[in-house]
């Protein structure tokens, strides 16, 4: 290749990072923004984390455009290869994010019309959610294997804390029977939540992918008991 093409391949391949990055950080202010919604059942803030989830599309559509660009016309191989396909899985896992904070935010405006305020749990278990998603893109942007890691070993104190607020919210409707539209609206807030971990760690999985050059084979450790869960019955 001559040193002019070579010139704009290695632009591309700055451009497309810096989009993921920036789609990272819109992923982190819709999280940050719902959950602040949740716990001041703030629903004209929920409702702004509605608005801004064409951007998230736009982006995707955006990284996913660069992506064929560079795999049709520059034929990559070895870490430039993985730069790409690492950045194609992340834009996916990102977009979906942003949809579990619009889906969170349609909720959470539904029990802030109705008075209800979010369990002081549920915010706990979204906050740390975010936090690994957050950490995760910070891994990515410093290309830091061990912190990827460290999001991944996560995953299972988030389904056990995901576990406990399952078990929380049906005694909270066993309690009380009047209770249980708001706390299914909980329950579906809840199970996004824990869907949000599972992509931060997807994301984890695509840097140490990106760095190592190596696919992560190894089980990922999972904690949610829920899928066989007994509910109690009322005494």
């Known amino acids: ?14 451009r497309l990072r810096e989009m993921v990055d920036a789609m990272g950080a819109l992923t982190g202010e819709q999280l940050n923004a719902a959950v602040t919604a949740a716990e001041r059942s703030d629903v004209d803030l929920a409702a702004r984390v509605v608005e801004r989830e064409p951007e998230a599309d736009r982006m995707e559509h955006q990284i996913d455009s660069l992506v064929v660009r560079l795999l049709a016309l520059r034929q990559p191989v070895a870490v430039d290869l993985r730069e790409i396909l690492s950045a194609l899985r992340i834009g996916n896992e990102l977009e979906r994010i942003c949809d579990y904070a619009e889906n969170m935010a349609k909720r959470m405006t539904v029990l802030g019309d109705a008075g209800v305020e979010t369990m002081h749990s549920l915010v706990v278990l979204a906050r740390f959610a975010t936090a690994m998603v957050e950490d995760a893109m910070h891994a990515y942007a410093t290309r830091d294997a061990r912190e990827a890691q460290e999001v991944w070993d996560r995953d299972r104190e988030l389904d056990a804390t995901y576990t406990g607020l399952f078990r929380e919210l049906i005694t909270y409707m066993i309690e009380n029977p009047r209770r249980i539209p708001a706390a299914t609206h909980m329950l579906f807030i809840a199970r996004d939540v824990e869907r949000i971990g599972d992509r931060a760690t997807n994301i984890a999985e695509a840097v140490r992918y990106l760095v190592g050059g190596v696919p992560v084979e190894e089980a990922r450790p999972k904690a949610d008991a829920t899928k066989s869960m007994i509910v109690p019955t009322a005494s």
């Open 1 to 14: 290749m001559s040193d002019h093409v070579i010139k704009q391949y290695e632009e591309e391949l700055r």
